[in-house]
């Protein structure tokens, strides 16, 4: 893969994503999925861990100040990104992972932009789950746990399962892939209790 440069080291992008979200939230949010993209990384584009880092960073930058209008996010994070300096290719594989909401967006086609895809929504679901436990811990967290709240779609209602399951008919992994993957990403930082927490 060729060197992919974010325009923007990683404390500047987490500037960025701080002045434009209050909430403890969507800061631990865009850190998860940021943690998350690093270690795909490390097994499919080791040289560009840092780009991959700074896309799940940044990839909810304008959901907090604009969550109204679905349609129209990542639309508002472009300009927001290019003033601080961030590429096209940052850009753009932030959008791509709203090409569900907003057909006009680039739709994912870099294996980074699938997985951001198939995981950003699964991270908040396992999220959720996790803080349902008496460990409140990643650690002791398996598929089959996850799936049961997969099926119930009143758990996490606003997660959507057909991103999910989208995302990960993208990369060819059937779900079950897809999920201890993303488990065991979400495993290789450790989230524990004091990470996780109920949205307000």
Avoid: C
């Amino acid at each position: 893969m060729a060197a992919l440069s974010a325009g923007m080291t990683r404390d500047a992008a987490y500037e960025l994503l701080a002045a434009h979200n209050k909430d403890p939230f969507h800061l631990e949010h865009g850190e998860t999925a940021e943690q998350t993209m690093r270690y795909f990384a490390r097994e499919y584009d080791p040289e560009n861990e840092e780009f991959w880092g700074i896309v799940g960073l940044l990839h909810d930058l304008d959901w907090e100040e604009h969550d109204d209008e679905p349609e129209l996010h990542t639309i508002y994070a472009a300009p927001l990104i290019e003033e601080a300096g961030g590429t096209p290719e940052l850009i753009r594989a932030i959008q791509s992972h709203t090409s569900d909401f907003n057909p006009e967006l680039p739709k994912p086609e870099l294996q980074m932009e699938k997985i951001l895809f198939a995981t950003e929504e699964l991270t908040g679901l396992i999220g959720a789950a996790i803080v349902m436990r008496p460990s409140k811990s990643v650690m002791d967290f398996n598929v089959k746990s996850l799936k049961k709240k997969y099926k119930d779609k009143r758990f996490a209602a606003g997660v959507s399962r057909e991103v999910i399951a989208s995302g990960a008919e993208m990369l060819g992994w059937e779900l079950d892939e897809l999920f201890a993957r993303t488990i065991e990403a979400m495993q290789s930082f450790a989230p524990d209790r004091d990470t996780f927490q109920p949205e307000a």
